[in-house]
T-cell receptor
Framework: GENVEQHPSTLSVQEGDSAVIKCTYS??????FPWYKQELGKRPQLIID?????GEKKDQRIAVTLNKTAKHFSLHITETQPEDSAVYFC????????????FGKGTKLSVKP | DTAVSQTPKYLVTQMGNDKSIKCEQN?????MYWYKQDSKKFLKIMFS???????INETVPNRFSPKSPDKAHLNLHINSLELGDSAVYFC????????????FGNGTRLTVT
């Protein structure tokens, strides 16, 4: 089955710096890669996703890149702000898996003012 | 106007008791899920139902029994609660096999004493 590895487990940056979180997946048939943000005590919420027919996707300060050959994808947050502090999860799934998302173990991002 | 609503938000109970968590979604999705998030924040799928039919049943003790009366509802009943069941349980929904995003409920924090 699919296995998703996520690094680092914790990340601390200064406000205004960039943050990068990396994930690798094992199943080459996976074709959908969402990222979720979970603030303390709240539910995970989708912030961006990418499908395997695209190499990069941007939404304001966040971007996701996908390297299908290497089976890894990354989340990039630029100009970080204190409100970006949260746990971020990557995930992977494939058509035919009935939406079974396999999550990485999460990255706790702390943005220091 | 919550899209995925689950109740109760908090549940404190003693070992050996039986308890239920209810979930409803008004997004018109055909697939619903239960995820367990432990103290280390790992998100692990427990069950998935597609149009009231069980699709995914991960290695969850049979003390946990999901019930889906219709595609908008997926309840979780837990028998003979154990200390290790303490966690946050998230209900979620998606448009099943189209690799669409998961929409999570706000979670139920279960504490077994």
């Amino acid at each position: 089955g699919e296995n998703v590895e996520q690094h680092p487990s914790t990340l601390s940056v200064q406000e205004g710096d960039s943050a990068v979180i990396k994930c690798t997946y094992s199943d080459s048939a996976s074709n959908y890669f969402p990222w979720y943000k979970q603030e303390l005590g709240k539910r995970p919420q989708l912030i961006i996703d990418i499908r395997s027919n695209v190499g990069e996707k941007k939404d304001q300060r966040i971007a996701v890149t996908l390297n299908k050959t290497a089976k890894h994808f990354s989340l990039h947050i630029t100009e970080t702000q204190p409100e970006d502090s949260a746990v971020y999860f990557c995930a992977a799934s494939k058509v035919g898996s009935q939406g079974n998302l396999i999550f990485g173990k999460g990255t706790k991002l702390s943005v220091k003012p | 106007d919550t899209a995925v609503s689950q109740t109760p938000k908090y549940l404190v109970t003693q070992m050996g008791n039986d308890k239920s968590i209810k979930c409803e979604q008004n997004l018109g999705h055909d697939t619903m899920y239960w995820y367990k998030q432990d103290s280390k924040k790992f998100l692990k799928i427990m069950f998935s139902y597609n149009n009231k039919e069980l699709i995914i049943n991960e290695t969850v003790p049979n003390r946990f029994s999901p019930k889906s009366p219709d595609k908008a509802h997926l309840n979780l009943h837990i028998n003979s609660l154990e200390l290790g069941d303490s966690a946050v349980y998230f209900c979620a929904s998606s448009q099943g096999d189209r690799n669409s995003p998961l929409h999570f409920g706000n979670g139920t924090r279960l504490t077994v004493t």
